[in-house]
């Protein structure tokens, strides 16, 4: 069975940065696309960012694009999540999914248990 355990999130000021951490159990992780996922209070989880499993091609939502980061460490099972610039709108529940056909976004094999990101102003 495959699980996956985020880590790195937190409390942080308006503008600043976190990294948060998906560790990935199993072998199979080279040969998943990645991406982490937000659902802030009282909407509906959205996708945030993606890695295709070679790790050579990215996607974005618009709102993140240009301040956050995702890229992935094979060697490590692992999958990271760069957040910069943050605002108080990005705050959200993190989720880390695996397994989802590129540009499929909603069809995920797997989820992480999440982690809580808050941006204060």
């Known amino acids: 069975q495959v699980q996956l355990v985020e880590s790195g999130g937190g409390l942080v000021q308006a503008g600043g940065s976190l990294r948060l951490s998906c560790a990935v159990s199993?072998?199979?992780?080279?040969?998943?696309?990645m991406g982490w996922y937000r659902q802030a209070p009282g909407k509906e989880r959205q996708f945030a960012a993606g890695?295709?499993?070679?790790?050579?091609?990215?996607a974005y939502a618009d709102s993140v694009k240009g301040r956050f980061i995702i890229s992935r460490d094979n060697a490590k099972n692992t999958v990271y999540l760069q957040m910069n610039s943050l605002k108080p709108e990005d705050t959200a529940v993190y989720y880390c999914?695996?397994?989802?056909?590129?540009?499929?976004?909603?069809?995920?094999?797997?989820w992480g248990q999440g982690t809580q990101v808050t941006v204060s102003s």
């Open positions: 199993g072998r199979a992780f080279s040969s998943y696309n």
């Open positions: 890695i295709m499993w070679s790790g050579d091609t990215t």
């Open positions: 999914a695996a397994r989802f056909a590129w540009g499929v976004w909603y069809n995920v094999g797997y």
